[in-house]
């Protein structure tokens, strides 16, 4: 498969499946679940098309794994990050110690007066570890890379979901939890 079609394909899918199904008219559940046969009809954006050898090649490879397919693959959803309102029936789960978030120099004056917010998205993301929070912090510039004690979170009260893909997600995380 050409790496730069099924990249393409991928951020696009993330767009509509995250945050504007609108776009091709498409219509998500309640769950964030499109229909595959819809999905496939009405994507052609950019003049790329799209068929379902190719939708099962990019959920099965993306390296982030930011979908999913239901059990008989009718179904596919991004796991997390939507901007929409969709309920992914997460179950709550006891954090590590430590996780991390990936950001860049710009957002620091903001995230020590604020803490991490969700803005848009419905969860705040963190990282297991700090390979992936570097990768994440690395897609705008620089980045910089701060330790959440998610651990002391958790014992205060919040909660922390782990999302299909193994992204840690919680509301908020208060600047005190944030080490800098």
Known sequence: ????????????????????PETIKLKLDENGWADVNELIAKF?????????????????????????????????????GHSIAVELNLNQAEPLAQLY??????????IKLQGLQKMSRQ???????????????????KPVILTINSGEMHKAG???????????????????YITF
Do not use: C
Not at 4 to 10: E, P, V
Not at 127 to 135: C, F, L, P, Q
């Open 44 to 80: 052609d954006l950019y003049d790329l098309t799209l068929d379902f050898e190719l939708l099962e090649y990019i959920v099965e490879n993306n390296d982030k794994k930011r979908f999913a397919f239901n059990a008989d693959k009718t179904k596919i959803r991004a796991n997390q």
């Open 158 to 176: 919040y909660k922390f979901y782990l999302s299909d893909n193994n992204v840690w997600l919680t509301d908020v995380v208060p600047a005190e």
């Open 1 to 20: 498969m050409d790496t730069k079609i099924t990249k393409g394909i991928s951020k696009l899918l993330s767009y509509i499946l995250r945050h504007s």
């Open 101 to 110: 978030h990936g950001t860049v120099e710009k957002f620091l004056t903001d």
């Open 123 to 141: 969860h705040v993301h963190l990282s297991a570890d700090r390979e992936t929070a570097n990768k994440v912090g690395g897609r705008r510039g």
